[in-house]
């Protein structure tokens, strides 16, 4: 229920309004202006951060290699990004490309990146990335050298077929090798094998330790990526796999893109 702010005058019977005081009046003169100013302060940030978003997937979508095809969403953390922008970095940038096709093979990615310059001619501070692929498109993209098949996920493993001399004997084989990630390389342990028909009589463990005498076996994961983009962990479960990349000072452009690494 509102409260009566009239009286009535002695002898007259006309109602008066109450005045309201002098501290209500000035809040009230520089209150509604300021909350005003917020709103729209408010508005303007989130009309920035869209159109910010937009043109960074823009960006990286027309700079994506020939043979790579998907969209791009962006998302700019932190509080406002007209602060931000006008500081000359973005304190923490996500990339989301659920449907990215890569030489006819699907896969998923994403990619966080921190230290973001709004001039997209410098370097990015630090990214990380996650790959997530199926066993069928692992097969399109990546081949393990001297392997003679297809590449099966397992649970934790990777099993691959192959060809050995064993005591002057050529002998075809499965293998099944647990997956490590070493920066530029993917190092697989062998920890089972067997022999595929027409082998002959040949001793198992003999064949296992003629696979494992190097020790792991190295497969170049950097060909695969963007020149200076480290393997930083790989999982794997029954026909998936997903791998997380890190990379730090690079500008993400179209010499980057569509650049290659290399092991040495």
């Known amino acids: 229920m509102s409260e009566d702010t009239t009286q009535v005058l002695p002898g007259t019977g006309a109602p008066q309004r109450r005045r309201r005081p002098r501290w209500l009046r000035l809040l009230l003169w520089v209150g509604i202006p300021v909350v005003v100013i917020v709103v729209l302060l408010v508005v303007v940030d989130s009309a920035a951060r869209a159109y910010a978003e937009q043109r960074v997937s823009d960006e990286i979508e027309k700079n994506l290699p020939a043979d790579v095809k998907g969209q791009v969403t962006t998302h700019i953390g932190g509080f406002s990004v007209l602060q931000q922008y006008l500081s000359g970095t973005f304190q923490r940038v996500e990339l989301d490309a659920p449907k990215v096709v890569a030489n006819g093979a699907p896969l998923s990615a994403k990619l966080v990146a921190t230290g973001v310059p709004t001039d997209f001619s410098k370097p990015i501070s630090q990214a990380t990335g996650t790959l997530s692929i199926s066993q069928d ?72 330790q003629a696979l494992t005498a190097q020790g792991p076996f190295p497969v170049c994961a950097a060909q695969y990526l963007p020149d200076g983009v480290q393997v930083d962990d790989i999982q794997v479960s029954p026909g998936h796999a997903t791998v997380r990349l890190t990379a730090s000072d690079f500008v993400m452009n179209e010499k980057f893109l569509n650049s290659k690494g290399s092991c040495s």
Do not use: F, H
Not at 140 to 164: E, H, N, W
Not at 199 to 205: M, S
């Open 137 to 208: 498109s692992l097969n399109k993209l990546v081949q393990i050298p001297g392997a003679t098949g297809d590449i099966t996920l397992g649970a934790g493993t990777i099993g691959y077929d192959g060809s050995i001399s064993l005591l002057g004997l050529p002998v075809q084989y499965t293998v099944t090798a647990t997956p490590e990630a070493a920066g530029d390389q993917v190092l697989l342990k062998a920890d089972k094998a067997s022999l595929k028909t027409g082998a002959g009589n040949v001793n198992l463990d003999r064949l296992l």
